[in-house]
């Protein structure tokens, strides 16, 4: 449950090592999820075989993006010069754009801020629209998602999302978190 108002960041490195095994944790259990269930005895590997199954991946998408932007809350911390509005900062619900900030903050490239969108526009869908599309641009949105290239088009009604998508797309979030942790460990601090 999200609190009421925004929350103080937390001093130390406490909160930013918390916020990064939750991430790693969740991101695991999520694709481990999926795995289970893409194997379950149904054959196959699609992971939504019906709209209940698409609002369950989009409600485990939408809880990686919290986790995600609770390692960034920690991370610009870390990197921001005391100037920095904080609580501005984690007030941002948008993990596209708060990790577009993070990274100009950090004074670094942001290659994944693509990605972020598409992966943020494919769980809207599965979470909201339990994966019926109403934008036939969201069939190149899980390849971004996912890291795929290539492949059929899969235009269809339904969003059809495997668990090597999944995966991969949980991998992501891993790997992005470790980059965070990386830019964190350094002495980065801008004065």
């Known amino acids: 449950m999200r609190p009421a108002g925004p929350v103080a960041p937390a001093a130390g490195g406490d909160g930013l090592e918390s916020a990064y095994r939750t991430l790693i944790r969740g991101s695991a259990f999520l694709a ?10 149904r054959g196959g590997g699609d992971v939504l075989p019906d709209a209940r199954g698409a609002k369950v991946v989009g409600n485990g998408l939408r809880e990686l993006d919290r986790f995600l932007c609770l390692l960034l809350d920690e991370a610009v911390q870390r990197v921001a010069p005391p100037t920095f509005d904080h609580l501005a ?4 619900n948008n993990v596209a754009r708060k990790a577009r900030d993070f990274h100009g903050v950090a004074g670094m490239a942001h290659a994944d801020e693509a990605r972020l969108r598409a992966i943020g526009r494919v769980r809207a869908c ?3 629209c339990r994966g019926i599309v109403h934008n036939p641009a969201l069939f190149g949105d899980v390849r971004i998602a996912a890291a795929s290239c290539g492949g059929e088009d899969r235009r269809g009604r339904r969003l059809e999302l495997t668990f090597d998508d ?3 797309i949980c991998r992501f979030y ?5 980059v965070l942790m990386a830019v964190c460990s350094a002495d980065r601090r801008i004065p």
């Open 166 to 168: 999944l995966a991969r």
């Open 174 to 178: 891993a790997e992005f978190a470790a």
């Open 89 to 92: 900062y984690a007030r941002r």
């Open 126 to 128: 599965l979470h909201h």
């Open 32 to 41: 481990a999820s999926l795995q289970a269930r893409a194997t379950g005895g």
